[in-house]
């Protein structure tokens, strides 16, 4: 599991965001469609919003691939 460490000055990361910070996806419109096609699940459900509000705790998965935010 990978994790990403929120700045002292974050409050949250949007989804599409996190999936490129993480290197999970080269683009913001790879991300979009990744989230749209219902590929990527938050928190264990599957997540349609592009711009979720990803804050400390939540895990997203995509594929095989699992990350949490802290």
């Given at each position: 599991?990978?994790?990403?460490?929120?700045?002292?000055?974050?409050?949250?990361?949007?989804?599409?965001?996190?999936?490129?910070?993480l290197?999970?996806v080269?683009?913001?419109g790879?991300?979009?469609?990744?989230?749209?096609?219902?590929?990527?699940?938050?928190?264990?459900?599957?997540?349609?919003?592009?711009?979720?509000?990803?804050?400390?705790?939540?895990?997203?998965?995509?594929?095989?691939?699992?990350?949490?935010?802290?």
């Open positions: 599991m990978e994790i990403f460490k929120l700045k002292e000055s974050e409050e949250y990361i949007e989804l599409n965001n996190l999936l490129k910070r290197g999970w080269a683009t913001g790879e991300a979009k469609m990744h989230i749209k096609e219902g590929k990527v699940s938050v928190n264990g459900e599957v997540e349609l919003r592009v711009r979720k509000k990803m804050r400390s705790g939540d895990t997203v998965v995509s594929g095989t691939q699992e990350g949490k935010v802290e």
